[in-house]
């Protein structure tokens, strides 16, 4: 189960961060990724952590805006977003997997497991 959370309203060019609580699976053996996903438009692969949160993988979108990270003794992954946009406006799904990715797969939703509830994030002044 995943379950994120942290989503809300913030101004344009705020930061928020996103948590993604993992439990009922072994964490320390997933990947996990980050999707979002704004009306009318397609599932965007965001990030992406490998179990040992060691490696991590960024869409061009946010790279250098967000960074992912994760705390192995709280089965949690974190998504910190800086110089948040109105077009960052979305719902955020966290997922797991457990295979590796790479960069050419990390986005793809079908090399993910599991999915959580999503939390909203609005950027608006």
């Known amino acids: 189960q995943l379950q994120a959370s942290g989503g809300g309203l913030v101004l344009p060019g705020g930061s928020l961060r996103l948590s993604c609580a993992a439990s009922?699976?072994?964490?320390?053996?997933?990947?996990i990724g980050w999707f979002r996903q704004a009306p009318g438009k397609e599932r965007e692969g965001l990030s992406c952590?490998?179990?040992?949160?060691?490696?991590?993988h960024y869409a061009d979108s946010v790279k250098g805006r967000f960074t992912i990270s994760r705390d192995s003794a709280k089965n949690t992954v974190y998504l910190q977003m800086n110089s948040l946009e109105p077009e960052d406006t979305a719902v955020y799904y966290c997922?797991?997997?457990?295979?590796?990715?790479?960069?050419?797969?990390?986005?793809?939703?079908?090399?993910?497991?599991?999915w959580g509830r999503g939390t909203q994030v609005t950027v608006s002044s």
């Open positions: 997922t797991a997997s457990p295979t590796s990715l790479g960069t050419s797969s990390f986005y793809l939703p079908r090399n993910y497991r599991y």
């Open positions: 952590i490998n179990n040992s949160g060691r490696g991590s």
């Open positions: 009922g699976f072994p964490f320390d053996t997933y990947n």
